[in-house]
């Protein structure tokens, strides 16, 4: 009789260590079906509950304690559906200034939404005091941990729809292309929402428009006007780039309002002559929530005006010229994959 038992529960714990191993040697490959995968989950925890039935009635020592976890068979951790929300996705980059921690977030954002993972903020990043967001800047310790390094900065790089899902990932890069988050937007959207006081800031600033259309210009000089950066490919938008985006506008819409944000005043001062702008700098979040609250927008150079025509939504002009052909920094871009294919280039 005993040994009739004993044959039994070995039986069972075949084939419940069967399914798991099963299981768990598809997701480490990838090749588990997400519509397959929660039957045969279940199926592995119904084979434990059988051998957990046997061990508790005689005893025998097959599992020390019976419980609710299948750790024993299959790390949870590991598993991919429906248990996903036990992946982690972390930016670990704060490099660059506040554009660039934009990327670096949208990027996060939408790889974590199209491969269902937790994503994680780095708390060197400034954005949770600008945005509402409420994605986490904490994680546990992770086992498993792969690292994804883009291979240019304004390129796409199609290898990041391919990520194993066996695994907890980390970010490394700048990841300046809207197609990291394009399948994302709206989720994205719900993460940039500026916080109250700032945009109080920012429409104190604004003046009233009478029912026009409102443009917002970003005119980026500083650090990019210098020799160095100019060798690289930089390409600072001259005035006349300006002029004419600005005329396009005035075309289009007749009447309008143009509300300039610059790291170089004076020089816009200088050269930017129209009765229907105004030229400002508050601080770096107050001047992107006053881009986006526009209706429209120019941009010059540099990531901080690419944003604030991002959220402001609406039709943009950007300054084709940037990067200069055949620079150091050109190769790092793909025009197409750094500027929406819905916003116009002019020169």
């Known amino acids: 009789m005993f040994a009739r038992r004993k044959w039994r529960q070995s039986i069972f714990l075949i084939l419940g260590f069967g399914v798991g191993l099963m299981i768990y040697s598809k997701t480490l490959l990838g090749e588990t079906n997400p519509m397959?995968?929660?039957?045969?989950?279940?199926?592995?925890k119904r084979r434990i509950i059988e051998i957990k039935h046997w061990n508790s009635t005689f005893?025998?020592?097959?599992?020390?304690?019976?419980?609710?976890?299948?750790?024993?068979?299959?790390?949870?951790?590991?598993?991919?559906?429906?248990?996903?929300?036990?992946?982690?996705?972390?930016s670990s980059s704060s490099m660059g200034r506040l554009g660039n921690h934009l990327f670096q977030f949208a990027a996060l954002i939408g790889t974590a939404d199209q491969h269902r993972y937790t994503p994680v903020l780095s708390k060197l990043s400034s954005l949770k005091s600008i945005f509402d967001s409420d994605?986490?800047?904490k994680v546990p310790t992770l086992i498993n941990q792969k690292s994804?390094?883009?291979?240019?900065?304004?390129?796409?790089?199609?290898?990041?729809?391919?990520?194993?899902?066996?695994?907890n990932w980390t970010l490394n890069g700048y990841f300046q292309s809207w197609k990291y988050f394009h399948a994302s937007v709206d989720v994205l959207r719900k993460q940039l929402k500026f916080k109250e006081h700032i945009l109080k800031q920012a429409r104190n600033k604004l003046l009233p428009t009478k029912g026009q259309i409102r443009i917002g210009v970003h005119?980026?000089?500083?650090?990019?006007?210098?020799?160095?950066?100019?060798?690289?490919?930089?390409?600072?938008?001259d005035v006349g780039y300006l002029n004419r985006s600005m005329d396009y506008f005035r075309r289009k819409f007749g009447a309008v309002s143009f509300v300039v944000v610059s790291d170089d005043?004076?020089?816009?001062?200088?050269?930017?002559?129209?009765?229907?702008?105004?030229?400002?700098?508050?601080?770096?979040?107050?001047?992107?929530?006053?881009?986006?609250?526009?209706?429209?927008n120019i941009v010059t150079t540099g990531s901080f005006g690419w944003w604030g025509a991002w959220l402001a939504g609406g039709e943009a002009v950007y300054f084709k010229?940037?990067?200069?052909?055949?620079?150091?920094?050109?190769k790092q871009y793909n025009k197409q994959d750094y500027y929406p294919s819905n916003w116009v280039g002019m020169s």
């Open 36 to 44: 397959e995968e929660p039957r045969l989950f279940e199926e592995m």
């Open 265 to 296: 005043v004076k020089w816009c001062e200088a050269n930017i002559k129209s009765k229907d702008l105004s030229i400002m700098r508050v601080s770096r979040e107050v001047d992107l929530a006053i881009l986006s609250l526009c209706d429209h």
């Open 135 to 137: 994605v986490q800047t």
């Open 321 to 330: 010229n940037f990067p200069v052909n055949n620079t150091w920094l050109d």
């Open 148 to 167: 994804f390094s883009e291979k240019r900065a304004g390129i796409y790089d199609t290898r990041i729809t391919n990520l194993t899902h066996s695994a």
């Open 219 to 237: 005119v980026r000089r500083g650090d990019m006007n210098s020799r160095f950066e100019l060798k690289r490919g930089y390409n600072v938008a």
């Open 59 to 90: 005893g025998n020592g097959i599992f020390p304690k019976a419980t609710n976890s299948v750790i024993g068979v299959l790390p949870v951790q590991r598993a991919r559906t429906p248990l996903l929300k036990n992946h982690y996705i972390v």
